[in-house]
């Protein structure tokens, strides 16, 4: 028995549609498999992770302001990833944008400076994502050098320029020696929307920022040679689009995304600048892109569902003692089957069995 | 004098996870399989090589359940990658993720545990030669059997029909297709030996390394193997002096924040990662005259019947 793919004579759109669902149905169904393996009552994990979070108000807050740097992040990777340019460093763009944005409220900090530090925190935050991510990219279209490997290891390179910053020039000299900086000021910190709540202005953002890539994407040129050239690069080159500059335009603009959820997580719901302030955002990002199948509504919703996810899993280490990593395990084994899936859209799956096909003489 | 060796016996130390890895991933890449997993296959094997050598007491033990691990790890992404005509790179980031999940699951029971580490080689009289005696008769099992596995690798490549037929794979695969080659099986073979070979440069780590396991202790080596398999154009021996150089690199930035030279020590943490940046960027320059990857890396193959 063989297991073979036979190309369909054009993309199946129901299987569009469904197989995110399909992908979600499996993964469950393996988590069940994975708890009652680590002694867990499957059900009741599952209720923990699925079902608890969305039961009372301050967890369905909570998951917005986890969705927030997700889904922002996800919808410039997916740009990127839609013009065949493989920008999986957006962790380190997160964090140089954290880091670029604190250092106005850093400087700042106790003098009477006005409402506008927020706004420049906000840009300078965008700016540097921005220009961190055209390192790849440069590297990628005047050189040639794989922008997987260079956007990836200027990750750890950023990961240790902050966690110098924080443990050194900028570190709270009344933080009891912990690497932070001091609280922001309340001009440095993003609103909340509602007064004693978790959500925060950032949720509108990301809202914008979806609905601003829907229309770039669906309603302009740029967005339609960003697809073309993803999807027909040849096809492109006939129509005098220009692949390079795509490169470094999706790169900046996801760039320029992931600062800004960087400085918005910083200023927003941790208040101040500390080593590990993204639990892995910008690579469970690349997840949400897929699983959105690179279209912005579509990536709103997963950004949601991932986010669940992470409240869920601190809720079911909590109450059931299930170990963290159970959420990165079920991430990865989600991104699996989702592009398992996807496979289903362009292939059909069959299953051949070669010894009646000698008996028939057709192989 | 002393110094020296000590520096000359951390490098190779510090070189051989990645020399073992990128080994791996260079047949896989020559097959025209961008595995972008080593990563996860790493720690993986990581996790159960300590595993396996705290529950049996045994190194080799434990190094072959790093093996097996890496390999099973690998078997995914080839169900995937080929099975299912995946995109590779994507794939490879879920194997990443996954591993890195799986490897934080299995390993949370023994965080904090020790074992004895790899036994040394050691022959009276040579290994008591100044200078060289410990760095060419005194190292532990897996630095020599990364140099002949690198050598058993090239003879493959180079030497044999079969290895031939894999770099045919790795060119051209609708020719090879065409010749009557089974080049999904192939490839998938290809790829259960990069993940054997992660898996097996995971386990050095907690086994021969440092006599502990801490989740994340790959810390970017899978990468940087990625990134040596560039930097060699897919030759071996190549490999051997780039897997070296950027084990010089890591034990230099070690030392110079031991003597206290007066760069903070994150900077000096941050070179091998700055390094491959570089020497990736430089590289790619200097090949104008067209690349010497292998011509069909990362395409995807669904033969027609």
Same mark, same amino acid.
């Given at each position: ?10 993309? *199946? ?5 469904? *197989? ?7 993964? #469950? ?19 923990? &992770? ?30 990127? &990833? ?19 944005? *604190? ?18 925190? !906000? ?8 220009? &961190? ?53 309340? =001009? ?6 509602i007064e004693g709540g978790r959500l925060h202005l950032g949720s509108i953002i990301a809202l914008l920022v979806v609905a601003a890539a829907a229309i770039l994407l669906g309603r302009t040129i740029k967005g339609f040679e960003i697809r073309v050239v993803g999807a027909a690069p040849r096809a492109a ?16 603009? *996801? ?7 960087? #400085? ?25 892109? +897929? ?53 289903? #859209? ?18 | ?63 072959? +359940? ?31 993720? !996954? ?22 080689? &050691? ?55 065409? !010749? ?5 099986? #192939? ?41 040596? =398999? ?70 995807? +193959?669904?033969?027609?019947?």
């Amino acid at each position: 028995m063989q297991l073979v793919l036979e190309k369909r004579a054009e993309r *199946s759109n129901t299987i569009a549609l469904v *197989s995110p669902l399909i992908a979600i149905g499996l993964t #469950i169904a393996t988590m069940i498999v994975l708890f009652a393996i680590l002694g867990k009552n499957p059900l009741l994990a599952l209720h923990a &992770y699925f079902i608890a979070p969305l039961t009372d108000g301050y967890s369905l807050q909570e998951i917005a302001v986890k969705a927030t740097p997700l889904v922002m992040i996800a919808i410039g990777l997916s740009l990127c &990833y839609l013009a065949n340019a493989w920008n999986i460093g957006a962790e380190g763009q997160f964090l140089i944008g954290a880091v670029a944005g *604190s250092w106005i409220a850093v400087k700042t900090q106790g003098t009477d400076a006005g409402a506008w530090v927020l706004p420049a925190m !906000l840009v300078l935050a965008a700016a540097a994502g921005a220009l &961190y991510a055209l390192i790849p990219a440069i590297c990628k279209v005047k050189f040639g050098a794989s922008e997987i490997l260079t956007s990836l290891m200027l990750v750890y390179v950023a990961d240790l320029f902050l966690d110098y910053l924080v443990r050194g020039p900028w570190r709270d000299p009344h933080g009891f020696n912990f690497p932070t900086t001091a609280e922001f000021d309340p =001009v440095a910190t993003v609103p909340l929307l509602i007064e004693g709540g978790r959500l925060h202005l950032g949720s509108i953002i990301a809202l914008l920022v979806v609905a601003a890539a829907a229309i770039l994407l669906g309603r302009t040129i740029k967005g339609f040679e960003i697809r073309v050239v993803g999807a027909a690069p040849r096809a492109a080159r006939f129509g005098g689009f220009n692949a390079n500059q795509l490169v470094i335009l999706t790169f900046a603009v *996801s760039g320029a995304l992931a600062g800004l959820a960087g #400085i918005i997580e910083v200023a927003g719901p941790v208040g101040h600048l500390q080593p590990g302030i993204s639990p892995g955002y910008g690579f469970t990002a690349i997840i949400v892109a +897929f699983l959105g199948r690179l279209n912005p509504l579509g990536i709103l919703i997963a950004g949601l569902f991932l986010a669940l996810t992470f409240i869920g899993g601190e809720q079911a280490q909590i109450a059931m003692k299930i170990p963290l990593d159970v959420t990165k395990v079920f991430q990865g084994i989600l991104l699996f089957y989702v592009l398992a899936c996807d496979s289903l #859209i362009l292939y059909r799956f069959k299953l051949v069995f070669p010894n009646r096909q000698v008996a028939r003489g057709t192989h | 004098m002393e110094l020296i060796e000590a520096i000359i016996l951390a490098v190779l130390a510090a070189s051989t996870p990645l020399l073992i890895a990128a080994t791996g991933e260079l047949v896989t890449e020559r097959s025209g399989v961008l595995n972008l997993g080593v990563e996860g296959m790493m720690i993986v094997g990581a996790a159960c090589g300590f595993a396996g050598a705290w529950l049996t007491g045994s190194i080799f033990i434990g190094a072959l +359940f790093g093996i097996i691990a890496g390999t099973l790890m690998s078997l995914v992404f080839a169900l995937m990658a080929l099975g299912l005509a995946v995109n590779q790179v994507a794939t490879g980031l879920a194997l990443t993720i !996954l591993g890195i999940g799986l490897s934080g699951l299995i390993g949370a029971g023994f965080v904090g545990e020790r074992i004895t580490p790899a036994m040394h080689l &050691y022959i009276p009289g040579l290994t008591d030669i100044p200078l060289i005696g410990r760095v060419l008769f005194g190292e532990d099992a897996f630095v020599y059997f990364s140099l002949a596995l690198i050598i058993g690798v090239w003879w493959f490549l180079y030497r044999t029909r079969p290895g031939l037929i894999l770099r045919a794979c790795g060119d051209n695969h609708v020719s090879a297709h065409a !010749l009557g080659y089974p080049v999904l099986r #192939i490839r998938t073979f290809a790829v259960m030996f990069g993940g054997a070979c992660a898996g097996l440069a995971g386990a050095y780590l907690p086994l021969a390394y440092t006599p502990f396991f801490i989740p994340g202790m790959t810390a970017g080596r899978g990468w940087i193997a990625l990134a040596l =398999v560039v930097f060699s154009s897919w030759r071996p021996g190549r490999l051997v002096v780039g897997a070296y150089l950027f084990g010089a690199v890591t034990i230099l930035q070690l030392h110079a924040q031991g003597w206290g030279v007066g760069i903070p020590s994150q900077f000096m943490s941050a070179l091998p990662y700055l390094a491959t940046v570089i020497v990736l960027v430089l590289l790619s320059r200097a090949r104008t005259g067209g690349s010497t990857a292998p011509a069909a890396l990362g395409t995807v +193959f669904v033969p027609d019947r």
